[in-house]
């Protein structure tokens, strides 16, 4: 496995469900994202986690629980969420401590809630 | 939180012409990179510019870094349909980690 990779693909969820998206980053960085991408609108960053601790919380909905056990995988736990959290959820993982930060994505996960 | 503005918005095209898109702030960024992303995909990074002036390309595609750091552009020559897609920019922000996205510009080039 190369880059960033995210499971799953797509996920149907109903609002009273609970679901986690999973993202695994091969690259040996030490920083991980999860954004929010919606129809019309720029990438919304959702959270940071630099060497697995938590350092931005974008005034996200409770509804959604990053973790991160490792600088490897990042978790995005879903549970009682509302039609209009339906969107592209999108990770990333850069290395941070340089003057440059470069950001790698994953392919996404597709979700949509009824 | 500083702010990028990408322009045009939609752009639609026919195979072999030259297109520009803008990407533009009143702040001043770090760094700033060019993605582009496909449906259903993630966004690819195609490039990062660092210091003001600079150019940098990549085949048929030409970056720039305005002087001030607070601008960029992407020039495409003799566009394919492959290029198709939604062109995003994204600055590093000067205080941290931090990438401020533009909205993008899809384009859509015709055979």
């Known amino acids: 496995e190369t880059g960033v990779t995210q499971t799953p693909r797509h996920l149907v969820m109903g609002m009273t469900n609970k679901k986690s998206l999973k993202c695994e980053q091969h690259l040996g960085h030490n920083a991980m994202y999860w954004y929010k991408q919606s129809a019309k609108k720029p990438l919304e960053l959702m959270f940071v986690y630099n060497f697995k601790e938590q350092t931005e919380n974008n005034s996200v909905p409770s509804r959604f629980s990053p973790e991160c056990p490792n600088s490897s995988h990042l978790f995005l736990h879903l549970h009682t969420l509302q039609p209009e959290d339906s969107a592209l959820y999108l990770c990333?993982?850069?290395?941070?401590?340089?003057?440059?930060?470069?950001?790698?994505f994953g392919p996404g996960t597709r979700l949509t809630v009824t | 939180t500083q702010l990028l503005e990408q322009s045009p918005q939609f752009l639609s095209i026919q195979e072999g012409e030259n297109l520009t898109v803008y990407c533009n702030s009143s702040s001043v960024f770090s760094s700033l990179q060019w993605y582009r992303q496909e449906p259903g995909e993630g966004p690819v990074l195609l490039v990062t510019?660092?210091?003001?002036?600079e150019v940098k390309k990549l085949k048929r595609l030409t970056f720039q870094f305005g002087d001030a750091r607070k601008d960029s552009s992407l020039h495409i020559t003799a566009a394919q349909p492959g290029d198709t897609g939604l062109y995003l920019c994204a600055g590093q922000e000067t205080s941290g980690s931090r990438l401020t996205f533009g909205e993008g510009t899809q384009l859509t080039v015709n055979p």
């Open positions: 510019v660092v210091t003001g002036g």
């Open positions: 990333a993982s850069s290395q941070v401590g340089g003057a440059v930060y470069e950001q790698y």
